[in-house]
């Protein structure tokens, strides 16, 4: 179906949205009421996200060709679905998740068979056919899902793009993507086959009756040349991101910035069409900051206007402390009222977390992390608890090309309890934790290209089934994190650990002990691990001096299996290196903690 952004079909989606109604949603043999549109969570951090990629997620027809194995690179469709998610709902609740993201689902261009991953899109106002199990039917299919996953309890997120389109032209003397250019290239739009037709009309120019729905790009509004860099590929310098076609943002007509007004537009459409709860931003930093605080305000009145008061948008910023400040909040220093996006996926704890969590770098490398934090954000927190709003926190992702588990096989590994500290830690520490999908039952991909890490989920023997250890860890992990508000809200206190008794401070050593407190008002939530994979640790943990006293005794959250740590005690005469560079002598309040190698443990009064 060919939209633009004024169709009257577009304009009562909008009015339909703005209605307050009530759905009766049918889940298997039970009939869910659900309110539309669907209310927001009253803080993000009340959920943990489970991130997959539709086209390797799940068939909803259980096939799986023996030609394309499951966990080996392959660069096209697989045949994930919309329904395929539906049918795996309760799984992915049933583990904890408190919200799904999906990868694209917008359309991209029907003859390129390499965009499986969804950014290249070429029409911003229609879901892609090539995930619905009908034909015709991804419409319905994707508010279906949509509907389905707010009945049983779960928010929905889209992936979506600013920066740029697919591969919708291509370069008259180079094909789809040119080496970078200072200079304007020629190119040649695409027709509904994927071919850069030679004598293809100016866009502006083409009757509206000769546009195919397969060919050039949707919506309209988009369809100029100018709108786009034509300059070959720059990434953030400025250009294509290979041979998906960079927009021109910052382009301005009169006072207005028509690409970023029609981008803005179908993105409220998307929220109107399909009730979505929040956007995962791809590649935010390669658009200007001035558009990513516009497109998060957008966002967020629209979804206030409509019901959805905690709409959530958070951007990939592949980079540092520093960059990513420059995106998501308010920041204080800035003359203008414009709030930036609310968080961004969190690159800085991902460069070291896992290195952290595999005792390949010591603890201290993590206590940097937040150090730096505290340093560069102090113009955007309002409070040291309240750091954790800003960041969608995760261990691997579809841009990586490993895995965090280093198995290689898809049995028991000598190495998991790796797997079960690293999500432990990501889940204990400040910000929105995001799983990679697979990661509960144990997919291990690893290699020289993302392709390594898509693995098609259902191809798995037993992929959807609820004992696989690691499946059970997480459940069990949630339920601490619903039930001790500290570790959702808290405020993040690493601590000094001592091997003697007398000598405190952070773990220097790779592998090393690893220690931080979660404090929320009175309560206050302990967790040590131990990254050594040969070796225990037994030895002394401060913990905070005014909310403990003497003969507290704290209990094991996580593992009924753990050693009962030491009562809590005084001592005096002591060498303590405190975390924020300080030294003092005491008097301190500890426990004594014994831990197994890699075992991490959750402890509270």
Not at 26 to 52: C, N
Not at 423 to 435: K, R, T, Y
Not at 467 to 475: E, G, M, Q, T, V
Request: glycine share 10%; proline share 6%; aromatic share 12%.
């Amino acid at each position: 179906m060919l939209l633009t952004l004024q169709d009257s079909l577009v304009r009562s989606t909008f009015d339909q949205a703005a209605k307050k109604t009530t759905r009766n949603i049918k889940v298997g043999p039970k009939s869910h009421r659900i309110t539309t549109p669907f209310p927001s969570p009253q803080d993000w951090r009340d959920v943990w996200i489970y991130f997959l990629m539709l086209d390797r997620f799940n068939r909803d027809d259980g096939k799986f060709p023996a030609s394309m194995p499951h966990d080996k690179p392959f660069g096209e469709f697989q045949g994930g679905t919309f329904n395929g998610v539906r049918e795996r709902l309760g799984y992915i609740k049933d583990l904890g998740a408190g919200a799904i993201w999906l990868s694209p689902v917008l359309k991209n261009r029907q003859s390129d068979r390499g965009t499986f991953h969804g950014y290249g899109i070429q029409d911003f106002l229609s879901p892609e056919p090539r995930f619905a199990s009908a034909p015709g039917k991804e419409e319905d299919e994707l508010r279906a899902l949509v509907d389905e996953a707010h009945a049983v309890g779960l928010y929905v997120i889209f992936d979506i793009v600013l920066n740029h389109a697919g591969d919708v032209f291509g370069y008259k003397d180079f094909g789809p993507s040119a080496p970078g250019n200072s200079e304007i290239l020629p190119i040649e739009w695409r027709d509904e086959s994927g071919q850069a037709r030679s004598g293809f009309p100016v866009i502006e120019d083409i009757p509206v009756a000769e546009r195919d729905p397969d060919a050039l790009i949707w919506p309209e509004e988009l369809q100029r040349n100018s709108f786009f860099r034509r300059k070959g590929k720059g990434a953030e310098e400025g250009g294509d991101f290979e041979s998906l076609k960079e927009f021109v943002t910052d382009g301005r007509e009169c006072r207005i910035f028509p690409v970023r007004n029609a981008l803005i537009l179908a993105y409220q459409y998307a929220i109107a069409r399909y009730d979505v709860d929040g956007f995962r931003i791809d590649t935010l930093k390669y658009i200007e900051r001035d558009f990513a605080q516009t497109f998060g305000n957008a966002m967020r009145e629209y979804g206030q206007s409509i019901g959805k008061k905690n709409f959530f948008t958070y951007g990939e910023v592949f980079d540092g402390e520093e960059r990513i400040a420059e995106f998501i909040g308010r920041n204080t220093k800035d003359a203008g009222d414009m709030v930036g996006v609310d968080a961004a996926l969190d690159f800085p704890l991902f460069f070291r977390l896992p290195s952290v969590a595999k005792g390949f770098t010591p603890p201290t490398e993590l206590v940097e992390v937040y150090r730096r934090r505290k340093e560069v954000e102090r113009d955007i927190l309002s409070s040291h608890g309240e750091a954790g709003r800003f960041f969608v926190t995760f261990l691997d992702n579809h841009d990586m090309k490993e895995r965090f588990r280093g198995a290689r096989t898809d049995g028991p590994d000598k190495f998991d309890p790796q797997v079960i500290l690293g999500i432990s830690i990501l889940f204990a520490l400040q910000g929105i934790p995001c799983l990679y999908y697979g990661t509960e039952q144990g997919l291990h991909g690893r290699g020289d290209s993302d392709q390594f890490v898509r693995e098609a989920l259902w191809g798995k023997p037993n992929a959807f089934g609820g004992n696989h250890l690691f499946y059970k860890a997480i459940k069990r992990l949630t339920e601490l994190r619903d039930t001790q508000p500290a570790l959702r809200y808290g405020r993040l206190y690493f601590r000094p650990i001592s091997g003697d008794g007398v000598h405190f401070g952070a773990s220097p050593f790779a592998p090393g002990v690893l220690a931080f407190s979660r404090i929320l008002n009175n309560i206050e939530v302990l967790v040590v691990a131990n990254t050594n994979t040969q070796e225990a640790f037994q030895g002394e943990m401060l913990i905070d001096w005014c909310i403990n006293n003497d003969g507290d005794q704290f209990r094991v959250l996580n593992d009924s299996g753990a050693a009962v740590p030491g009562p809590v005690e005084s001592r005096s005469r002591l060498e303590i290196n405190e975390i924020d560079g300080g030294f003092t002598t005491g008097p301190a309040r500890m426990i004594r903690v014994s831990l197994r190698p890699m075992e991490v443990q959750i402890l509270v009064k």
